[in-house]
């Protein structure tokens, strides 16, 4: 179930409204995805565990969160399916709904369109067959195209890890059509334990990309985490600048400046109205022993050529044991593969601030499994101005 819960001071304070049921045929629901159109409606897609595989499931809200409409599942390719890590995003012009996922069955991103978020139309596929598809992302240009992003793996043979492509497609027509797919980059696949997309301590770290518009130039910045060339350094964070014809506008920048081979990892990014560039990240810089973790915000004033870096937890924290337990799976939670800490950390931005949001630990939990307690995730918030008075800002 995805749990739901609601600031009306700012972020200073936030109530907790339970979870929100999954559809009436399923299961239940992960992979939460928010937005919000200009009409003020909030968008949630998500994942929905049915009976015939993982569908793509939208809810309403039409009063800034207090309460949501049912969910509702959305049209899906015919026969087997298995969806993945969907999103949805809105039009800030048209108010158009879209919703992009990726189906692992038939290695396929597939997106979804509603004018009023209710009727969704038998989904298009930009991309169908050959290497996997993953972590497929979606952002709306100007003069409303729209861009997807997804990541392939790549053949092996370039020293220092396993290769990935970052390849995109364009939608002219509000992605009834997708032009043909391009490679725009390059990134190393984190690997560790003979595990391909895992760090050193057993914890999955999937390269997601996160993507966003610039207000003003038309180009996409687009930020995902790499391995070092040199097979020390297992996870940075890199941030792209690509023009509407899906090129680079310039090399990817590392922008992670702590000098040592600590992991920084699933980085989220977004952008203000003014072009002020913030991603958000998790860091373990502050532990040379490359175990406990920090969320850190860069930002960048400049269009993304230099980034100036800010520690925004107070204290590190550790994670839950999600390896070795004494479970199916080695995880504490023995519905959830080892190494799953969840890929939830997301940001976005207003005139004024950047708002964050993590997964962390602070307390411990005590059940019958962990009668000396064990540490518990929660999900953590904070608001940072987008221009920082301080030395790093």
């Not at 290769?163 to 997708?178: E, K, P, Q, V, Y």
Request: glycine share 12%.
């Amino acid at each position: 179930m995805i749990g739901h819960a609601l600031s009306r001071d700012g972020g200073v304070s936030f109530q907790d409204l339970g979870g929100i049921p999954p559809c009436s045929t399923c299961l239940g629901s992960t992979n939460p995805s928010l937005a919000r159109a200009p009409s003020g409606v909030l968008f949630l897609a998500n994942l929905q565990d049915s009976l015939y595989g993982n569908r793509v499931g939208v809810a309403r809200s039409y009063d800034g969160g207090e309460t949501f409409t049912p969910l509702v599942l959305i049209p899906s390719l015919k026969g087997p399916t298995l969806a993945d890590l969907p999103q949805v995003v809105t039009s800030p012009t048209t108010g158009e709904v879209f919703v992009i996922w990726t189906d692992l069955l038939r290695k396929a991103v597939l997106v979804s369109s509603s004018g009023d978020g209710q009727n969704f139309r038998e989904p298009t596929t930009v991309i169908e067959g050959g290497a996997p598809k993953q972590f497929a992302r979606l952002v709306v240009g100007q003069e409303g195209v729209l861009y997807c992003f997804w990541l392939e793996p790549l053949p092996t043979g370039l020293v220092g890890g396993w290769r990935g492509g970052i390849f995109g497609s364009r939608s002219f027509d509000s992605g009834i059509t997708w032009a043909s797919s391009v490679k725009v980059m390059e990134i190393l696949l984190p690997t560790a334990r003979g595990q391909v997309g895992y760090l050193w301590d057993g914890i999955r770290a999937l390269p997601i990309p996160s993507v966003a518009t610039a207000p003003n130039s038309g180009l996409i910045y687009l930020a995902v985490h790499s391995a070092g060339p040199d097979g020390v350094d297992n996870a940075d964070v890199i941030v792209a600048a690509i023009d509407p014809e899906l090129n680079l506008a310039s090399p990817p920048v590392k922008i992670d400046d702590d000098g040592t081979s600590t992991d920084q990892f699933l980085p989220t990014l977004a952008i203000s109205p003014t072009g002020v560039i913030g991603v958000a990240f998790y860091d373990r810089r502050v532990d040379p022993a490359n175990k406990c973790t920090d969320l850190f915000l860069a930002r960048s004033y400049d269009h993304g050529q230099t980034f100036h870096i800010e520690r925004v937890t107070t204290s590190s924290f550790a994670w839950p044991p999600i390896d070795g337990q004494a479970t199916p799976t080695g995880h504490y939670d023995p519905l959830r593969r080892a190494g799953y800490i969840g890929d939830y950390i997301d940001i976005d931005a207003d005139g004024t601030f950047f708002y964050l949001a993590w997964a962390g630990t602070k307390d411990l939990i005590f059940t019958p499994n962990y009668p000396d307690g064990r540490l518990d995730l929660d999900v953590f918030f904070a608001k940072v101005p987008i221009y920082n008075p301080g030395p790093n800002g």
